[in-house]
């Protein structure tokens, strides 16, 4: 194994790695500072702000020779025997002075900077930088303009990374961001009437060190050490983008990419960014009412508010009572959630239809040159549920999993007399000539987001829970099931779908979806691979199936 | 007058010596006719590489050692590029050959173009320079209609085309990764090497970059042979491993207070007196010389007391400064102030810095402020410190920058402050008499420069 040593001590690395000094210093223990490095862009070397001394350690005699003058660790690449000094009076003054030479155009806003409390230049500067300011001469400009709808250039706080510009030209493949001018007058810009508009632009500002570049949704709405960070899953998409779901007091402010090297890398797309926004909307459901007598519902019909202690009894009489059941389970469910909906509908009618809900297609799958995809299957969940299905025996004679068209057809044929659709879909769905097919039923629960052509003539109207606020775990597109919890709670109340359905499968205490999640692992082979503690990245199903 | 008769300059005062008529019949093109009937791409480099012929355009490379850096048996395509973004203060030397004498230096490209391989050159001219841009091109058209230049030249396998690349006047093109993205259609940011151009350099192909006066001494060498070259210049020094010696005439440019500046040619190793003396006819005005530049600005400064270092390769190393450079010659006389020269040095890199390293970027911007603010009465001690610290932590050679800018905008701010210092100090106390001790911070300026 190729061993590289970091500040004295031996570190060994993989024979196939191909580490930069950073990875490799990190492995050791030793922070590198640096702006314009980045893993998932070029390397362009150019902040400076990673210099280090460097040399190699002769493999036959041990005899160190040091390269004689600062190299930058991004662009160097650690190798058997390099040896890497992080912390020599050099690499400090260098620090120093590169901090320095950075702060002598910055406005030094931060007291009116979202960055402040993130900000890269403020940590370095803190960390590495020197105590006296010694450019006293230049009056501070603070300027901004509009890079496109997203993203707002604070163009004096830049410390001119470029990687905005890396990133719309090697990720995005959009090109818009580019300098102008040159030398100390150098600013990011895009060319007149081509601004950043692409489905990735929020990245930039992840991307990112200092608050030059803000993203307009999240400016000036939260101090960032007020925020709470919940590893999470965007439910935007079949990709599933792992993130980070920041909020306080259930208030979500923002979503972050989380680095994932199986699903997203270090990026999400805006749709996902800024699709928090129906989890806070006042038009949202958030009473369980059930309409007067149990009959399906009729305009300015009264219907009344059911203590959510009581929803699961009642929902049980009443579907118990109507007969034929047939269930949608919505691919915004979580697999555990989806589960026990299998297991209460089936605990009221060992017969009931099982479906997977309806499917939300938008275009087709967009696929960036840095190997980003946004799919046109817009629900988070769909193998994970008709994993689900077919555990619970609700195959059709092919082998398949009935769809919702499958689940329509078999009420029009009048093969059921009682329907539960469950939906949580963060916009309008389902038309009202589609929902007639429902008009006959004898009980219809529905459970969603937002009112509907179908929530109105439902007997039960069930308030539904985002996708912050559920807990466990969702199957993407590429089979790779990933664990998360709920950030936040719904309002006013509302108990998500698993604490409802924890509670009518009669089971004690809080819903543990981690506890549901080993079941159905042991339960079918098409969940084993959850049985142990899942990794923040996620899992393959399939890796599992084939072993 | 001195004895040397010049060699690269001979087109110099010939009418219509820039024509393909005056030049075969000054004995041009002969060689590549030779050379392409008779000797192989290997023997060409052999030659060069014996004649110990040094890079013209100011880091003096061994030209045959670098076209021995690209990848042998590679499929191709390789390429040459021809530097003429001749941009540094004071040089012009380039501009002479090209525009007096511009098909030695197509002959230098075919030549070389054939010892390395290459059937495509580019030429990159700076902007400024309208009339080399016409007799360049009309030389290249010339060529063409010649069969010197195009498919099969002169009835051997050997093709090359030849492009003139005009740029737009910036002064980091001059650098060789800068010139190849500029070449590219980029913006002319160095890369970071490696990989060195030899490998991975135009369109990610490997390429060699060479000055045009490299050029013309490949073409003198063909037509002169290995032993004319080697019997000019210093040899090397025994003492000194690391010194390949400095070979062949060279091309000085004299320019500032001298009697009568222009472009002389000499052997390598005359001295700065020499030159001054012999060719430039002394300081003008009767004065005496304060300071020269060795070679472009970015070099640094020699003081009167030095100016007997010679001007070769190892010379000016010798007196602190950065090295020959493009040996652009510039005399400062007696009665010029040193805080003008280094305000008019800083305000040059700080326009011209690519802006991609932070230290260079920042580093000649703050020098450059602290230049005017010292110029504006507002001078302090503590800002020759400073700039003293930004001239010794700046560049390539302490590891702060990418490319040599940087160490050529840092070479003037620390020889200017290490060799004239008193200048400044008594500058500063003489302007700022209430001020000049003040360590603390001063509030900022709003108007600055007295420009």
């Known amino acids: 194994m190729p061993t590289v040593i970091v500040d004295g001590k031996e570190i060994e690395i993989g024979a196939d790695e191909r580490l930069n000094c950073i990875e490799a210093a990190r492995r050791g223990g030793a922070e590198i500072p640096h702006y314009c490095w980045h893993p998932g862009l070029t390397v362009v070397a150019s902040c400076r702000m990673c210099l280090i001394e460097t040399g190699s350690r002769d493999a036959a005699t041990g005899k160190v020779t040091m390269v004689p003058k600062l190299v930058p660790a991004c662009q160097t690449p650690a190798k058997d025997g390099t040896v890497i000094v992080t912390e020599s009076q050099l690499v400090k003054e260098s620090r120093a002075r590169v901090e320095e030479a950075l702060l002598i155009d910055h406005p030094i806003d931060c007291p009116i900077c979202d960055k402040a409390g993130e900000c890269l230049l403020q940590d370095y500067h803190f960390e ?123 208030t979500v402010y923002r979503l972050k990419p989380r680095e994932n090297p199986h699903v997203n890398k270090w990026w999400m797309c805006d749709d996902g960014r800024y699709g928090w926004h129906h989890l806070h909307d006042p038009s949202r459901l958030v009473e369980a009412r059930r309409a007067a007598g149990g009959r399906a519902r009729r305009e300015g019909g009264a219907d009344d508010t059911i203590e959510w202690s009581d929803v699961g009894r009642r929902l ?59 799919r046109a299957e817009k629900c988070p969940n769909r193998l994970g549920v008709e994993g689900v299905i077919a555990v619970f025996g609700g195959v059709d004679a092919a082998g398949r999993v009935p769809g919702w068209n499958a689940l329509l057809d078999h009420v029009r044929a009048g093969e059921a007399d009682a329907a539960w659709i469950t939906a949580a879909y963060p ?38 829970a985002g996708f912050a606020e559920r807990a466990g775990t969702w199957v993407n597109a590429a089979h790779r099931a990933q664990v998360f919890q709920q950030a936040i709670r719904p309002p006013a109340g509302v108990w998500p779908e698993g604490r409802l359905y924890w509670s009518m499968l009669g089971r004690r205490g809080l819903y543990d979806a981690e506890a549901v999640r080993r079941q159905i692992a042991d339960s079918s082979p098409t969940f084993a691979a959850l049985a142990g503690d899942v990794p923040a990245t996620g899992i393959d199903l399939r890796i599992q199936q084939l072993a | 007058m001195p004895s040397f008769k010049p060699v690269l300059l001979e087109a110099v005062g010939v009418p219509d010596g820039h024509t393909l008529a005056s030049y075969v019949a000054r004995g041009g093109y002969a060689p590549v006719a030779k050379t392409l009937g008779e000797k192989q791409p290997a023997d060409v480099v052999e030659m060069v ?105 002169k009835g051997s396998s050997f093709s090359l085309d030849v492009y003139l690349h005009r ?160 040996a652009a010659v510039v005399v400062i006389d007696d009665q010029t102030s040193i805080v003008d020269f280094l305000h008019n040095s800083c305000r040059f890199f700080a326009h011209e810095s690519c802006g991609q390293c932070t230290p260079c970027r920042e580093g000649t911007s703050w020098s450059l402020r602290m230049l005017e603010r010292i110029k504006a009465g507002k ?54 008499p209430s001020g000049w001790m003040v360590t603390e911070p001063v509030p900022a300026l709003q108007i600055v420069g007295a420009h």
């Open chain 2, 49 to 153: 590489k014996s004649s110990g012929l040094r890079g013209r355009g100011g880091a003096g490379f061994s030209t045959g050692l670098k076209w021995t850096f690209l990848p042998k048996d590679h499929p191709g395509p390789i390429y040459l590029c021809v530097n003429a973004d001749e941009s540094e203060p004071g040089t012009f030397n380039n501009r002479i050959l090209m525009e007096d004498d511009p098909h030695q230096v197509i002959e230098g490209i075919i030549l070389s173009s054939y010892a390395t391989r290459a059937s495509t050159a580019y030429l990159y001219l700076r902007y400024e320079y309208p009339k080399s841009w016409q007799r360049l091109q009309a030389a290249i058209d010339e060529a063409y209609a010649a069969g010197w230049l195009g498919k099969n030249i």
């Open chain 2, 167 to 326: 740029g737009a006047a910036a002064y980091i093109c001059g650098e060789e990764t800068g010139l190849i993205e500029s070449l590219e259609g980029k913006r002319a940011w160095p890369r970071i090497k490696p990989p060195f151009p030899a490998i991975e350099g135009l369109f990610r192909k490997p390429t060699v970059v060479n000055n045009v006066e490299t050029m013309a001494c490949v073409a003198q060498i063909a037509r002169r042979g290995v032993e004319w070259f080697k019997s000019i210049g210093v040899p090397a020094d025994p003492n000194n491993p690391r010194d390949p010696g400095s070979y062949g005439p060279k091309l000085y440019c004299l320019s500032g207070h001298v009697e009568r500046p222009g472009c002389y040619e000499a052997p390598l190793g005359i001295t700065a007196r020499q030159l001054i003396e012999e060719h430039g006819g002394g300081v003008w005005k009767g004065r005496r010389a304060k300071a020269v530049i060795p070679g472009g600005i970015s070099m640094g400064l020699m003081t009167e007391s030095e100016l007997d270092t010679p001007l070769d390769f190892a010379g000016p190393g010798k007196v602190g400064c950065l090295g020959l450079g493009t």
């Open chain 1, 128 to 250: 590495h930088g020197q105590p006296e300011r010694r450019a006293d001469l230049h009056p501070f400009t603070s300027r901004k303009r509009e890079m496109g709808s997203t993203v707002t250039l604070f163009v004096d706080r830049c410390v001119m990374c470029t990687r905005c510009v890396r990133f719309t030209r090697e990720i995005s493949g959009s090109a818009e961001l580019m300098v102008i001018n040159r030398g100390a007058k150098e600013e990011i810009d895009v060319f007149p009437g081509f601004p950043l508009e692409n489905k990735l632009s929020g990245n930039v500002v992840d991307l990112c060190p200092v608050g030059a570049l803000g993203d307009k949704d999240f400016l000036y709405q939260q101090r960032v050490w007020f925020l709470k960070a919940e590893d999470n899953v965007c439910g935007g998409c079949a990709t599933g983008c792992s993130i980070r779901t920041e909020h306080n007091q259930d």
């Open chain 1, 316 to 374: 049980r009489d009443d579907l118990g009572a109507a007969g034929r059941l047939a269930v949608a389970v919505s691919p915004m469910l979580t697999t555990e959630e989806a589960w026990m909906l299998c297991a209460v509908a089936r605990s009221i009618d060992p017969q009931a239809f099982l479906a997977v809900g309806h499917v939300p297609i938008d275009g087709a799958d967009e696929t960036y040159p840095g190997g980003f995809t946004i």
């Open chain 2, 379 to 432: 001078g302090r001690l503590k800002d020759l410190d400073i700039l003293q610290e930004i001239g010794n932590t700046m560049g390539m050679m302490p590891g702060s920058t990418i490319c040599g800018l940087a160490d050529g905008a840092a070479w003037p701010i620390k020889n200017a402050i290490k060799k004239f210092r008193g200048e400044f100090e008594d500058y500063i106390k003489r302007t700022n």
């Open chain 1, 427 to 464: 916009g309008g769905w389902i038309d009202e000539e589609t929902a007639e097919a429902f008009a006959s039923l004898s009980c219809l629960v529905v459970q969603d987001l937002f009112e509907s052509p179908l929530s109105r003539m439902a007997v039960w109207k069930l308030p539904a």
